[in-house]
């Protein structure tokens, strides 16, 4: 019952966006943290190659956000509810990170953010106080793969894990209100791993673990992608969360629609998502297209959410005319 009531809430906000009911303003900020990462995943779309078709989604800008960024978009919109620490890079790599966190906590917004884990020690007693949530990446479930796929030494699988065991067993004790997290992408290729990732998760005491679809950017990836007739996917991923359940609570992935006729293309992000980066770049996606120059720059514009970049961008959601191909396998868009 909750789920269809969520179902009516979404396309009930959607219509009222779309018709101006609801004004058009940011209340979800994305902060691009830095490009710098202390991993070398093969898969970051910042290794993508100059010569793959994904490449126009590669983000290499050499940025870093920093607080008086966050002070100046805070005052122009006051509207901004949650405040989200992400990107390319590892947020615990920048200076500001905790002092950002503090400053958005102190003025009632929630904070978020994504990282590999590995460089949270350095900000213990700092966590539990200034986020609401913290989700962890799964990298690598052991030394060797996460050396292979990450491109760091064995000993830094330990320090993750130990990391990892401080949050649940201190940090988020002491401050209750911390949501722990772990993710990871949910492979048709290699469904063990699936597994594998909860049995970590139960092992270190991770309450939650987020299954992702995997976010094609186009059509010659969609063999990765588990749309919503593959039965012997959600048959295993169903299984998977009935032998957790009370040890641990799996979030599904959004599984994709085949006939793309079905789509609602519900996403609402230009209409309440400010994505930006240290260069004053900006985005309207919570999921895949980084911030860009041609986008507007929310540091010479009086305001960037209403330049001619948002306005089509939510013109084409609105008339479903003109939504760009990346969007086809996200799952805001089902």
């Not at 064995?154 to 004790?173: D, G, M, P, T, W």
């Not at 010479?300 to 479903?320: H, I, P």
Request: charge should be negative; proline fraction near 4%.
């Amino acid at each position: 019952m909750s789920s269809l009531l969520d179902t009516y809430r979404k396309r009930l906000i959607k219509r009222m966006l779309h018709t101006g009911l609801l004004s058009s303003q940011p209340t979800v900020l994305s902060i691009f943290t830095t490009n710098r990462c202390n991993f070398s995943c093969f898969y970051c779309s910042r290794n993508i190659l100059d010569e793959s078709p994904d490449a126009e989604y590669r983000y290499d800008d050499k940025s870093e956000f920093h607080m008086e960024e966050l002070e100046k978009i805070l005052d122009k919109y006051p509207a901004i509810r949650k405040v989200s620490f992400v990107g390319i890079g590892e947020p615990f790599l920048i200076k500001d990170l905790i002092p950002m966190a503090m400053l958005a906590h102190e003025t009632g917004r929630r904070t978020t953010v994504i990282s590999n884990g590995s460089l949270i020690h350095r900000q213990w007693g700092n966590i539990g106080p200034n986020f609401d949530d913290i989700s962890i990446s799964l990298h690598g479930l052991n030394a060797v793969e996460l050396q292979n796929i990450a491109k760091v030494k064995e000993n830094i699988f330990n320090q993750f894990v130990e990391n990892i065991r401080y949050l649940v067993n201190v940090e988020a004790k002491e401050f209750p209100n911390l949501n722990v997290h772990a993710s990871v992408v949910f492979l048709k290729q290699n469904l063990e791993r699936v597994s594998l990732a909860a049995k970590f998760c139960m092992e270190n005491g991770i309450p939650v673990l987020d299954l992702h679809n995997y976010l094609s950017l186009g059509p010659d990836a969609r063999h990765n992608v588990v749309f919503e007739d593959e039965h012997e996917y959600i048959d295993f991923t169903e299984k998977l969360i009935e032998e957790c359940k009370g040890r641990l609570k799996i979030n599904p992935p959004v599984w994709i629609k085949r006939d793309e006729t079905e789509m609602e293309w519900g996403c609402i992000s230009f209409y309440h998502y400010l994505r930006v980066d240290g260069l004053g770049q900006v985005s309207g996606c919570g999921r895949i297209m980084p911030p860009e120059a041609e986008n507007g720059n929310f540091g010479s514009e009086e305001d960037v959410f209403q330049n001619e970049y948002f306005k089509s961008m939510r013109a084409s959601f609105r008339t479903g005319k003109g939504i760009p191909a990346c969007c086809r396998y996200c799952p805001d868009a089902q």
